[in-house]
């Protein structure tokens, strides 16, 4: 079965500064691991994955994500946040080979950036 | 801009009511999936069609319905509409291959009164 962990309900970080938005995951094989975000009246956008290759993955808008096999890790991070980061962040994740096709996904995140 | 469409935006009915939800995926994409989403159940997956035919099911109430039609567009019917149905209801539509991401459109907000 696969599964999926943000331990936060809220981040909160002052702009300018480094953020971090924590996910966890269990698989029984291999991880397919995605981040989305939310803003306020729209839905989930894509902002990167991890298949395989090159733990570091770098996606839209200046995000990117580390991928810990040991730690079963994928928490997404940005060098400097801005104000426009604020939003809801949802970790998923899909079991390979042949676990569901369908994702599953974390309760969010809320990002809140201060000026 | 996503490439989903979803509409209505906004949508006020009583209980019992029926109300039919649309969406259009992005071009090209075959997999439709439904979703709903609430404050305390965050998102749930409802139903996934591929090419026309029903691949999974999720946690999908029995007076909701969905199907994907031949143009790919697809809805969900909701009926004997009950307050707790009030939610945003989300499509997402993706490519082939589990490593694809979804695409999101931008929901239905359904008020039960």
């Known amino acids: 079965a696969q599964s999926v962990a943000q331990p936060e309900d809220q981040v909160n970080v002052a702009e300018g500064n480094p953020l971090t938005v924590k996910c966890t995951y269990s698989?029984?094989?291999?991880?397919?691991l995605f981040w989305y975000v939310q803003y306020p009246n729209r839905g989930l956008q894509f902002l990167l994955k991890?298949?395989?290759?090159?733990?570091l993955v770098k996606g839209s808008y200046g995000f990117e994500a580390e991928f810990n096999k040991s730690q079963t890790s994928f928490h997404l991070k940005k060098p400097s946040a801005l104000v426009s980061d604020s939003a809801l962040y949802f970790c998923a994740v899909r079991d390979t080979p042949g676990g569901s096709y369908i994702p599953t996904f974390g309760r969010g995140t809320s990002l809140i950036v201060h000026p | 801009d996503s490439g989903v469409t979803q509409t209505p935006k906004h949508l006020i009915t009583a209980t019992g009511q029926r109300v039919t939800l649309r969406c259009s995926p992005r071009s090209g994409d075959l997999s439709v999936y439904w979703y709903q989403q609430s404050l305390d159940q965050g998102l749930q997956f409802l139903i996934h069609?591929?090419?026309?035919?029903?691949?999974a099911k999720g946690n999908i109430l029995e007076r909701f319905s969905a199907q994907q039609f031949p143009d790919l567009h697809s809805e969900l019917n909701l009926s004997s509409l009950e307050l707790g149905d009030s939610a945003l209801y989300f499509c997402a539509s993706s490519g082939g291959g589990s490593n694809q991401p979804q695409h999101f459109g931008d929901g239905t907000r359904l008020s039960i009164l």
């Open positions: 069609y591929y090419n026309g035919e029903e691949r």
């Open positions: 698989v029984s094989g291999n991880p397919y």
């Open positions: 991890y298949i395989t290759g090159d733990n």
